[in-house]
Antibody, heavy 117, light 105 residues
Framework: EVQVLESGGGLAQPGGSLRLSCAAS????????MSWVRQAPGKGLEWVAT????????AYPDSVKGRFIISRDNSKNMVYLQMNSLRAEDTAVYYC??????????WGQGTLVTVSS | EIVLTQSPATLSLSPGERATLSCRAS??????LAWYQQRPGQPPRLLIY???NRATGIPPRFSGSGSGTDFTLTISSLEPEDFAVYYC????????FGPGTKVDL
């Protein structure tokens, strides 16, 4: 059974940092890119980052480029999202998701990040 | 950036009725479009990929159609568990999601 489990959310101050983790199991981890997608309270979905299956390629939208870093450890089946220079508008539930081709076929339950002083 | 618009924003229907949801892209995405369902308090679930292919375990009452800029998700006969928010997503140019259509009672 495919499982994706996020952790690391919590309260951070504006300008601060937070690192999210995502543990994946039940599939051949090294064969799939992984992504983070966020959802602000009561809002829609926003793609945040993608890392290739080998970890050598990453992609970000302009809203987080230069502030967020996605990485993976294929020896541990883990994906990470390092979030720096956090802003109030980064407050959201952050989902980790497995990529299947061009789409996201398995999602975790999400972890809530709140940026507030 | 390709912008996706969805209509209507809210669709009020009853169980057993047919639901037709629309997604329009600001430029062609070929068939590189997916639909997701999100129930309250749950993560999104992939329903349809490549515009018309049902994902694993998705019942046949869900169907997708379209190509280029205009796409449709049809639920042939609404079940109680289908009342949720539906998002379209394209991957022709980066990844963007539509704003969602809420199907409610």
């Amino acid at each position: 059974e495919v499982q994706v489990l996020e952790s690391g959310g919590g309260l951070a101050q504006p300008g601060g940092s937070l690192r999210l983790s995502c543990a994946a199991s039940g599939f051949t981890f090294t064969s799939h890119a992984m992504s983070w997608v966020r959802q602000a309270p009561g809002k829609g979905l926003e793609w945040v980052a993608t890392v290739s299956d080998s970890g050598d390629r990453t992609a970000y939208p302009d809203s987080v480029k230069g502030r967020f870093i996605i990485s993976r450890d294929n020896s541990k089946n883990m994906v990470y999202l390092q979030m720096n220079s956090l802003r109030a508008e980064d407050t959201a539930v952050y989902y980790c998701a497995k990529r299947k081709g061009l789409y996201l076929d398995y999602w975790g339950q999400g972890t809530l990040v709140t940026v507030s002083s | 950036e390709i912008v996706l618009t969805q209509s209507p924003a809210t669709l009020s229907l009853s169980p057993g009725e047919r639901a037709t949801l629309s997604c329009r892209a600001s430029q062609s995405v070929s068939s590189n479009l997916a639909w997701y369902q999100q129930r309250p308090g749950q993560p999104p679930r992939l329903l349809i990929y490549d515009a018309s292919n049902r994902a694993t375990g998705i019942p046949p009452r869900f169907s997708g159609s379209g190509s280029g800029t205009d796409f449709t998700l049809t639920i042939s006969s609404l079940e109680p568990e289908d009342f949720a928010v539906y998002y379209c997503q394209q991957r022709s140019n980066w990844v963007t999601f539509g704003p969602g259509t809420k199907v409610d009672l």
